[in-house]
């Protein structure tokens, strides 16, 4: 069974701790090794499921993760992504969440949700949608600034009004679902 995947047992111990669906695009999911067969249950985590998708630019890759319900979004190297995935997605939402002024408390509690994921396929034509804007808006600006790090496009991502969320940034939205004040 490829990384990500969890049986059915294995899905029912995991009521305690956290789990999430990460939602592949069909590139995704084939280097990750295929989807679950198995619905995934609701999230436990505030921020949603995280939509994952493979970008290729030239001969960079990388993987988009976004969150379903603020469109906060991790950007991350696509190598050793098997092993590599769930804990570098970990790292970079909790260093975002940092940056944009979550508390700490509230970065654990999520960060603790996102133990365990179910790789499953996309169910949102919305989110996948700001994905191939926030694509091309990476893809652009790496032409710009080929040495910029991946922080810096999540960071730049979070400030990006966005339609589905009524014009509102991701930074915003996430702030409010996570129980935190904006910052200043």
């Not at 080929?146 to 339609?163: I, N, Q, V």
């Amino acid at each position: 069974m490829p990384f990500g995947h969890c049986s059915t047992a294995a899905l029912a111990g995991l009521e305690e701790s956290g789990v999430f669906a990460l939602r592949a695009t069909k590139k995704l999911a084939e280097r990750m090794g295929g989807v679950s067969q198995l619905a995934p249950g609701p999230p436990t985590t505030a921020l949603g499921d995280w939509y994952g998708n493979l970008l290729r630019f030239g001969h960079r890759q990388l993987i988009l993760c976004t969150s379903e319900r603020s469109l906060l979004s991790a950007v991350l190297p696509a190598r050793n992504v098997r092993v590599a995935l769930l804990p570098e997605l970990r790292a970079a939402a909790g260093q975002l969440l940092s940056t944009i002024g979550v508390s700490t408390i509230a970065i654990e509690r999520e960060l603790g949700e996102m133990e365990s994921f179910s790789l499953t396929g996309t169910a949102s034509r919305s989110v996948l949608g700001s994905m191939n804007d926030f694509a091309i808006a990476i893809e652009y600006r790496l032409l710009q600034e080929p040495d910029t790090p991946l922080s810096a496009f999540a960071e730049w991502l979070a400030k990006t009004p966005c339609g589905p969320l009524r014009y509102d940034c991701p930074k915003d939205v996430a702030m409010r679902l996570l129980g935190a004040e904006a910052a200043g």
